[in-house]
């Protein structure tokens, strides 16, 4: 009994030493193998497409078109790795209401099948002293028209100078905040607040940016609709 434990004893010794060698060789070893077939990839990333529905804010007034922020954008997210699954389509027309908007959309969607759509106007309704329950009544049938055609809506927040009044401001303002909140969609902040502060980045008129703030102004954009909106967010 002595004898034939101390052989189990031995045999077994000796497999582990084996097995000990094989793995030092890389032959026996799934640590091995998992260790060598992880490389890095990029994640596979469904295309996404951002109609920006306008107005001379977007597009690019008194500048080139590549000058303008839209543009500037769409180059951030090719240069970049995570997002260059995301294109960016510029629908914006100087001058443009939620009137002309509205009447625009159901072409361009039909046209380059956004699977987003960010609704940049507002703007000029409250320069022409618009209603502001045309105003929403507007917005809201933009959203709606968006949301059919199973794109995502994504609302830009706008201001008006404040020479319209406390209370015409006070009302425009809560406009786009009380329709983002009806339809559960995200309100982007104004990209203008602090730029427009700043006489040196605003054009003669004192509404337009410059072409020196459209970077700013793409940057903005990327940090407060791309990133919280367009792509993963890191595990916790």
């Given at each position: 009994?002595?004898?034939?434990?101390?052989?189990?004893?031995?045999?077994?010794?000796?497999?582990?030493?084996?097995?000990?060698?094989?793995?030092?060789f890389g032959v026996y070893s799934d640590q091995s193998t998992t260790t060598t077939t992880t490389v890095e990839k990029p994640e596979s990333s469904t295309?996404?497409?951002?109609l920006v529905l306008g107005d001379s804010l977007s597009a690019a007034y008194g500048l080139t078109q590549g000058e303008g922020w839209v543009s500037l954008?769409?180059?951030?997210?090719?240069?970049?790795?995570?997002?260059?699954?995301?294109?960016?389509?510029?629908?914006?027309?100087?001058?443009?209401?939620?009137?002309?908007?509205?009447?625009?959309?159901?072409?361009?969607?039909?046209?380059?099948?956004?699977?987003?759509?960010?609704?940049?106007?507002?703007?000029?309704?409250?320069?022409?002293?618009?209603?502001?329950?045309?105003?929403?009544?507007?917005?809201a049938q933009i959203v709606q028209v968006t949301q059919t055609s199973g794109a995502q809506a994504l609302l830009q927040q706008m201001q008006i100078p404040?020479?319209?009044?406390?209370?015409?401001?006070?009302?425009?303002?809560?406009?786009?905040?009380?329709?983002?909140?009806?339809?559960?969609?995200?309100?982007?902040?104004?990209?203008?607040?602090?730029?427009?502060?700043?006489?040196?980045?605003?054009?003669?008129?004192?509404?337009?940016?410059?072409?020196?703030?459209?970077?700013?102004?793409?940057?903005?954009?990327?940090?407060?609709?791309?990133?919280?909106?367009?792509?993963?967010?890191?595990?916790?």
């Amino acid at each position: 009994m002595l004898k034939n434990g101390f052989m189990v004893r031995f045999y077994q010794a000796l497999s582990i030493c084996i097995v000990l060698i094989f793995t030092s060789f890389g032959v026996y070893s799934d640590q091995s193998t998992t260790t060598t077939t992880t490389v890095e990839k990029p994640e596979s990333s469904t295309p996404l497409k951002i109609l920006v529905l306008g107005d001379s804010l977007s597009a690019a007034y008194g500048l080139t078109q590549g000058e303008g922020w839209v543009s500037l954008l769409q180059d951030m997210l090719q240069n970049t790795k995570d997002t260059q699954h995301i294109s960016v389509v510029n629908g914006s027309i100087s001058g443009e209401t939620t009137d002309g908007g509205l009447s625009r959309l159901p072409r361009l969607l039909e046209l380059h099948k956004p699977t987003h759509v960010l609704i940049e106007l507002g703007g000029n309704d409250g320069l022409q002293g618009h209603n502001i329950k045309k105003l929403k009544n507007n917005l809201a049938q933009i959203v709606q028209v968006t949301q059919t055609s199973g794109a995502q809506a994504l609302l830009q927040q706008m201001q008006i100078p404040t020479n319209y009044g406390r209370r015409y401001n006070t009302m425009f303002i809560n406009a786009f905040a009380q329709t983002a909140e009806a339809f559960s969609i995200p309100l982007i902040p104004f990209f203008l607040e602090e730029i427009a502060l700043q006489p040196e980045l605003m054009q003669n008129d004192g509404i337009h940016p410059t072409a020196e703030a459209q970077p700013m102004i793409a940057e903005f954009m990327y940090e407060n609709l791309v990133i919280p909106y367009l792509t993963k967010k890191p595990a916790s």
